[in-house]
């Protein structure tokens, strides 16, 4: 059994289909050989680009599926996706520094290599969206972004209703979704200290084996140290969850997500259970919690719907449905921006929350329903472009509303 920070299930999906061109053994008969893509990227003087800063670069077919191309570490600028299939691709490629690039091609099955070239031009406007860990050890971690300023700092400790100091995990909170992907595991009973950059406001959430989940909102939008003294942990009510799976799925590889659901207010992020049957026992706490659960078996996956359980007045035991995701495709659109996507089901629970670019097809996953989707531009303070859609039994499209 096995606790970590969750990972949206369409995010699985994507990562499988990045995969996908590792996996597939090359042939060697020439004339039945799958097409390749060679993709040569240079500055505008026709000089070869270092792509060893983490380059960003492969093509999407028409159903948003991606394939990475590995970088050459024989030839400079060079990469290549290998073993695709016939048909029309969307190019990327962005490099730090430079402006994204984005082209569609056709790749047929009698032209094994196809070479295609890249000219990037310097980045005239380039957003601090960078974040990492910068540093830490014990009970202290540093974050840090590109080109950010300010810092805050949190101290803290956590303790149990006795005054017991407990061992932690905890995360961010945050609607900024660098933020929100920040935590940390495993760490030893004791006094805490966390320095982040400074961005939006959010939550430091946190948690305890045999505790509830808990949770303070903090201002991480300007500069300070923050002392919050002792937060006190509630012990946990067991909670057995099962999950009812439709006929001839097998229920295996289980992640189980949980969350109080004011957490889920600044973030779409939950605790996350790991298991291997059909049932568990979830450590929640008083108050209303927003739980589901995850399966796949590497080519479909089924999710549940979000339910929200109050430990303290309903029954210790509940069931969930899993209901097969379905794909949603986001059509390309001309914006090389990144755009910070969130996506609403219909009872109002953030389901995703997603930093990225959506000039190639861009796929998601959801169970069938209705959702909002809201858009703007990544790191913007300006309205959300909001528009419904319906994701039935098979494959959906959608348009943005720019």
């Known amino acids: 059994m096995c606790v970590s920070l969750s990972l949206a299930t369409c995010g699985l999906l994507v990562a499988l289909a990045q995969a996908r061109a590792l996996s597939n053994p090359a042939r060697d008969d020439k004339a039945h050989a799958e097409p390749s893509l060679r993709i040569l990227v240079v500055d505008e003087r026709g000089a070869p680009i270092d792509l060893s800063e983490t380059p960003n670069l492969g093509v999407a077919d028409d159903q948003g599926n991606l394939t990475y191309a590995p970088v050459s570490h024989e030839r400079p600028g060079v990469a290549e996706a290998r073993h695709l299939e016939p048909g029309t691709y969307w190019v990327f490629v962005q490099v730090a520094h430079r402006e994204r690039e984005v082209r569609v091609i056709a790749l047929g099955a009698g032209d094994p290599l196809r070479e295609e070239r890249v000219a990037l031009r310097r980045s005239q406007n380039e957003r601090p969206d960078w974040l990492g860990m910068e540093g830490g050890r014990d009970n202290k971690r540093t974050w840090s972004a590109s080109g950010a300023v300010g810092r805050v700092k949190l101290l803290f400790r956590l303790e149990s209703p006795t005054g017991l100091e407990l061992p932690a995990e905890f995360r961010v909170g945050s609607r900024c979704g660098a933020l929100d992907a920040l935590g940390g595991e495993n760490l030893p009973a004791g006094a805490f200290e966390l320095t982040f950059v400074s961005r939006d406001p959010g939550r430091i959430l946190f948690r305890s084996p045999g505790y509830a989940p808990g949770g303070v909102s903090v201002d ?144 998601l996953g959801f169970i069938p329903g209705t959702y909002t989707l809201r858009h703007r531009l990544a790191g913007s303070a300006g309205e959300f472009h909001t528009q419904t859609v319906v994701v039935g039994s098979s494959l959906t499209r959608l348009a943005l509303e720019l």
Request: proline residues 7%; without cysteine.
């Open 220 to 363: 991480l939008s300007e500069s300070r140290e923050l002392d919050l003294g002792a937060i006190v942990l509630q012990p946990a009510i067991p909670v057995r969850a099962r999950l009812i799976a439709p006929r001839g799925v097998t229920v295996k590889r289980v992640a189980w997500k949980y969350a109080p659901r004011a957490d889920l207010e600044v973030s779409e992020r939950s605790w996350e259970l790991g298991g291997d049957g059909a049932e568990a026992v979830l450590e929640l706490g008083a108050g209303p919690y927003v739980v589901s659960a995850t399966i796949g078996d590497g080519q479909r996956y089924w999710e549940t719907p979000y339910r929200v359980f109050d430990a303290s007045v309903e029954a210790d035991e509940l069931e969930l449905p899993l209901v097969e995701v379905v794909p949603l495709v986001l059509e390309p659109t001309a914006l090389h921006e990144a755009l910070q996507l969130e996506v609403l089901d219909a009872s109002g629970f953030l389901v995703e929350r997603r930093e990225a670019n959506v000039d190639v097809p861009f796929r």
